[in-house]
């Protein structure tokens, strides 16, 4: 099993910036990739961005590209959500997910479709206009 927490969350206004966390914990041999998610209030649940884990592989959703950056701290079971620029569509919950996927040189599962096995409890994130 593998627990996940997640932090950062809070209020900013349009074009504010905010880092979300997300710590790992318990048999994190098992998974090998991260991602976040988040959910609008009426809304589906949407990926938004992923890595896939010592690989400095990430991956983002088309809405968030130039804007979000994830990254890894692997010392410390840490991965990030940089975002930037932020806009009133980018409130929502925000999930922090972890999995393992198939991952190689010349093919890899896309995490912002994979199924992942764990997830945290959420972090709110509001942007105002």
Known sequence: QVQLVESGGGSVQAGGSLR???????????INCVGWFRQAPGMEREAVAAIYLSRNRPYYVDSVKGRFNISED?????VYLQMNSLKPEDTAMYYCAAGRFPVGSTWSRDPLTADYDYWGQGTQVTVSS
């Not at 979300?20 to 098992?30: E, H, K, P, R």
């Not at 692997?74 to 840490?78: A, D, F, S």
């Open 20 to 30: 979300l966390s997300c710590v790992a914990s318990g048999d994190t041999d098992s």
């Open 74 to 78: 692997n010392t410390k079971n840490m």
